[in-house]
């Protein structure tokens, strides 16, 4: 039996996984606003820390597999708070379960990134450089220039940007002996999509995206990707980001890969 921590552990991706590794034996702590066994709120620097201390805590200080899936769309206010979760929830709680990881069993750690991680190429990500440097009044000023567009900014740069800061760690990391990779969606069906999709600036937008394969991805789909990256014939796969995005990857980007 393994010990996973799953953040977004309450709904859509991260509850699929969370019933995956239960379903297969595996003991989880879930993290999440609300009905997880860690209630914290990722969006800022406290409830970051008392996430980490919390499960510590419960983990007796070391985990086989971390998962992180808290995220928020676009469509979310303030975009402040997309930011916040997307890159700093998944930015801290990797660094500050790193020391957690290394005393697990084959230990790796999944960050739900997205396949709008590449929308936003690195190049020209207002939001990629102030987020490494951790510097809150440039990421706020790359925001408020982004206008009428800054849902999209928040979402494709956040996700950008953990996507690169996963990569950047792939040397310490691997000295450290814990895997860490990336999972790229498309079009998953769950009240974040569903939420997208009512919204009144991004839902057509949404609604038109499709992808190669034309429907869009269960849950459940993801959640294999991903216990297969923390599983047993993954020992190899580190730094890698893995699109599970019906094509649409390859559609929009044939030649880049
Ligand atoms: N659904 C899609 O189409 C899609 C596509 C690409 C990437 N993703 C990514 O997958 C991940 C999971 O999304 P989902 O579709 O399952 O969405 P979801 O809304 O069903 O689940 C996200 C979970 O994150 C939690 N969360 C949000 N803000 C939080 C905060 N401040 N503190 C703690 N927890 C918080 C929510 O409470 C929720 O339980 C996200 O990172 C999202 O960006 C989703």
């Excluded at 998944?90 to 500050?96: H, R």
């Excluded at 999944?110 to 990500?125: E, K, M």
Aim: charged letters at 15%; proline letters at 5%; a neutral charge.
């Amino acid at each position: 039996m393994s010990l996973i921590v799953i953040s977004g552990a309450a709904s859509g991706i991260g509850a699929a996984t969370a019933k995956r590794f239960r379903d297969a034996g595996h003991q989880v702590i879930g993290v999440d606003l609300r009905n997880a066994d860690v209630c914290a709120d990722l969006s800022s620097p406290q409830g970051r820390a008392d996430t980490v201390a919390a499960v510590l805590e419960r983990s007796g200080g070391a985990i086989d597999t971390l998962v992180l899936c808290a995220g928020l769309a676009s469509h979310f206010k303030p975009v402040s708070t997309i930011v916040a979760v997307n890159y700093f929830g998944a930015v801290e709680l990797l660094d500050g379960l790193l020391p957690a990881l290394q005393k697990g069993h084959s230990p790796s750690a999944v960050v739900v990134s997205s396949v709008a991680s590449t929308q936003l190429p690195w190049s020209r990500n207002p939001l990629g450089e102030p987020l490494e440097a951790g510097d809150a009044a440039r990421v706020e000023a790359a925001l408020a220039a982004a206008g009428e567009h800054a849902g999209h900014v928040a979402y494709a740069g956040s996700k950008n940007a953990v996507t690169v800061a996963v990569r950047r760690r792939v040397v310490a990391w691997g000295q450290a002996g814990v895997r860490l990779n990336t999972v790229a969606p498309g079009a998953v069906e769950t009240p974040l999509l569903q939420a997208g999709l009512a919204d009144e600036r991004y839902g057509k937008a949404i609604a038109e995206f499709v992808a190669p394969i034309p429907r869009r991805a269960r849950p459940e789909e993801i959640a294999a990707t991903i216990a297969f990256l923390a599983g047993p014939d993954a020992q190899f796969i580190h730094g890698a980001q893995f699109y599970v995005d019906g094509g649409i990857d390859a559609l929009a980007r044939p030649t880049q890969f």
